[in-house]
């Protein structure tokens, strides 16, 4: 594996996995034109954890008062003081990530469409993806603003964003910008939106390098750990700034200008795909 490489990955994965661009349609984007081959799903795991390891950083307060709910929660049901209606925030939040996470469950059981999608040698399908992603960003800055927090979430605000999470599992599309989107469509208040959305990544996020594990290691590629720790670092500490580009940018309803960067690199990477499918010709980065 090449250390610039994977430098290069990690900075681009830490980057899109929380700008509302999507990162699996950069990292599969930049995998092809760097001709990344065998070693790309290992790759692509490690730099998700990395990402994943900036989440718990930056959120590390709401993650562990949802970890005390959580079994706080078993500790008041079986103590019958358990109460719908009065849970804090942490722990509706709680309940809110379990229930759009479950809407996954069943999208283990066609996880070989989504991954034949990436790996189908072409990019002209992250281009139409990248599109949708799009429309979905300039919606969400029309979107009026919500005032309903944490502990003003229902089952329905949490069904709706899982949904579109479920979209996001094709690459091009955007898992936080889908589902900052469709809180922000639930009334969320954008701090709230863009808190959940990546909160509710984590689980998705390790699942689902949890079961492409398997595969990678299953694949026979010879693992070079030193590569593979500087893109887990890289994407680390970028993931971080990236969190908090966003949630400066929220603030600012600026998600059109990820609007149109990506609708313009959607529009490329189409037209660049069927030009390699017409003549056949393909340009790599060394």
Wanted: a negative charge.
């Amino acid at each position: 594996m090449d250390i610039f490489s994977i430098i290069i990955q990690g900075i681009i994965q830490g980057l899109t996995e929380f700008l509302p661009v999507s990162s699996s349609g950069h990292l599969s984007v930049a995998q092809h034109f760097m001709n990344v081959g065998e070693e790309s799903l290992i790759i692509s795991i490690v730099l998700h954890l990395g990402t994943l390891l900036a989440v718990f950083c930056a959120f590390y307060k709401t993650i562990w008062g949802m970890i005390k709910e959580f079994f706080f929660t078993i500790r008041d049901i079986f103590t019958g003081k358990f109460s719908w209606k009065d849970m804090n925030d942490n722990r509706r939040m709680m309940f809110m990530v379990i229930i759009a996470t479950l809407l996954l469950v069943p999208a283990y059981f066609v996880k070989d469409f989504f991954t034949s999608v990436e790996g189908d040698g072409d990019i002209i399908f992250e281009g139409c993806a990248f599109i949708f992603t799009a429309i979905l960003l300039f919606l969400s800055d029309a979107c009026v603003k919500g005032f309903k927090t944490g502990k003003d979430m229902s089952v329905k605000d949490a069904l709706t964003v899982g949904l579109f999470q479920c979209v996001a599992l094709f690459p091009g599309v955007s898992r936080s910008g889908s589902t900052t989107t469709a809180g922000l469509f639930c009334g969320l208040t954008r701090e709230t939106a863009v808190t959940y959305s990546f909160i509710l990544g984590i689980p998705a996020i390790l699942g689902g390098s949890v079961l492409e594990l398997g595969d990678a290691v299953s694949s026979g590629v010879e693992l070079d750990l030193l590569p593979l720790a500087i893109g887990f670092i890289t994407a680390a500490v970028v993931g971080l700034l990236s969190i908090a580009l966003v949630k400066l940018i929220i603030k600012h309803d600026k998600f059109k200008i990820f609007g149109i960067y990506t609708l313009i690199l959607g529009i490329l990477c189409v037209g660049y795909g069927i030009f390699e499918l017409v003549t056949d010709i393909h340009f790599y980065i060394a």
